[in-house]
Each structure stands twice: as structure tokens, then as C-alpha cells.
């Protein structure tokens, strides 16, 4: 079935590195934009950066910018977050979510990850 | 970027209730306007897609309004299944961009 399932969460220092991956099965992934999408404990959600289908644009929040890079490789169906320098307000449930057009160009989120949770702390 | 503000941010109603949940943008958005679900611990589910339509599966209860500015999600008559977290999205321009939720409780 359609599915995306993330990884690579834990417990980190701040200022430390962390890679996220999302494995994608069950459709073809290599015509899809991909997101990030984070949720800090007890907060909304909070969109992190996208994608192309064929990685050749990225777009980050300016929360992130400069600090996470998002990737993917399309041989292993695998969507990745690098993080670096990360901080306490990185502390967050991070989802990958498949973008698709639902009417002519307006998209949506219709496939989510089960999320991966990371917790930036001494 | 473009703010999108839910009101109420929550709201305690009773099962068979009707309940309406607005969202408004900053800016005009045309449709380029999703409604999610989320429940505690779980990923959300997309429930409404360019502003008024019913995603593949979603009970019928569930609608969607508006353009411009202005949206409404309405639940026709309130389900246990229901009581939830509600977001606004807009995909009209990066950064896509979520309203900061409406929690539904039971009354």
C-alpha cells in the first residue's frame, strides 16, 4: 500500500547534526514533491521545506534556512532532512508528507509519514 | 509569507451538533486552501482540498466553503470519531503555511 515511514529521530545535543529519512513504497515516488512538516509537543503544525519531484528546486522555512537540507534519492525512494546546529526550538514530531495536485495546480498534503520524533537537549 | 488565523481555537460541542470552524488568510488565496484532521498521536488526514472538496473517503458531514480570504469547515452532525484537531493550510505560495489549529472536545 501507499506509504511513507520516517526515521532517523532520537535525542541530541544542541549545536549536534541529525538526518531524517523517509522511506516511500507502494506509488512511484520520483514524480511527487515531498515535504517536511514538524510538530512541537503540544503545538500546531508547522511546514519545514519541500522538494521538487525532481529535486531540482528547495524551498525551507525561514526557521530552518540555512541550517537543514532537505534531499532525496529517487534509486532508494527515500526522502532525507539533514539537520545541523541544531537548537531546543528544533525539538519536534517531524512528518514527510507527499504533495499532489488535486485540482489543476492546487495541492495538498494527502500521504503522511507516522513522523519521527527528535529532541534537541543537553 | 501568508498568516492564516482559525477561530476558535477551540471549541466543546455535543455529539449530532453542528459545528463550524473558520479560517481566514492574510492575503487572497483564490481556493489554494486545505483542511486537515488530526487526532492525538497520529499523523493528520486530509479531509477537504481546494477549499470545498470532499478528499476520497472522508465521511460526507465534512464540508467546505469559501475563496478569497475566508473559509469555513462545517460538520454537519458532530461524530465520537470527530473530536479532534482541526488545520487550515494554504498552498498558494511558499511558505505553505498552516492556521494554528481548532480543537474539537466533547461538551
Known amino acids: 500500500q501507499v506509504q511513507l515511514v520516517e526515521s532517523g529521530g532520537g535525542v541530541v545535543q544542541p549545536g549536534r547534526s541529525l538526518r531524517l529519512s523517509c522511506a516511500a513504497s507502494?506509488?512511484?515516488?520520483?514524480?511527487?514533491?515531498m515535504h517536511w512538516v514538524r510538530q512541537a509537543p503540544g503545538k500546531g503544525l508547522e511546514w519545514v521545506a519541500l522538494i521538487w519531484y525532481d529535486g531540482s528546486n528547495k524551498y525551507y522555512a525561514d526557521s530552518v534556512k540555512g541550517r537543514f537540507t532537505i534531499s532525496r534519492d529517487s534509486s532508494k525512494n527515500t526522502l532525507y532532512l539533514q539537520m545541523n546546529s541544531l537548537r531546543a526550538e528544533d525539538t519536534a514530531v517531524y512528518y514527510c508528507a507527499r504533495e499532489v495536485a488535486m485540482i489543476g495546480n492546487q495541492e495538498a498534503f494527502d500521504i503522511w509519514g507516522q513522523g519521527t520524533r527528535v529532541t534537541v537537549s543537553s | 509569507d501568508i498568516q492564516m488565523t482559525q477561530s476558535p481555537s477551540s471549541l466543546s460541542a455535543s455529539v449530532g451538533d453542528r459545528v463550524t470552524i473558520t479560517c481566514r488568510a492574510s492575503q487572497i488565496i483564490s481556493t489554494y486552501l486545505n483542511w486537515y484532521q488530526q487526532k492525538p498521536g497520529k499523523a493528520p488526514n486530509l479531509l477537504i482540498y481546494a477549499a470545498s472538496n470532499l478528499e476520497s473517503g472522508v465521511p460526507s458531514r465534512f464540508s467546505g466553503s469559501g475563496s478569497g480570504t475566508d473559509f469555513t469547515l462545517t460538520i454537519s452532525s458532530l461524530q465520537p470519531e470527530d473530536f479532534a484537531t482541526y488545520y487550515c493550510q494554504q498552498s498558494y505560495s511558499t511558505p505553505w503555511t498552516f492556521g494554528q489549529g481548532t480543537k474539537v472536545e466533547i461538551k
Open positions: 507502494g506509488f512511484t515516488f520520483n514524480i511527487y514533491g
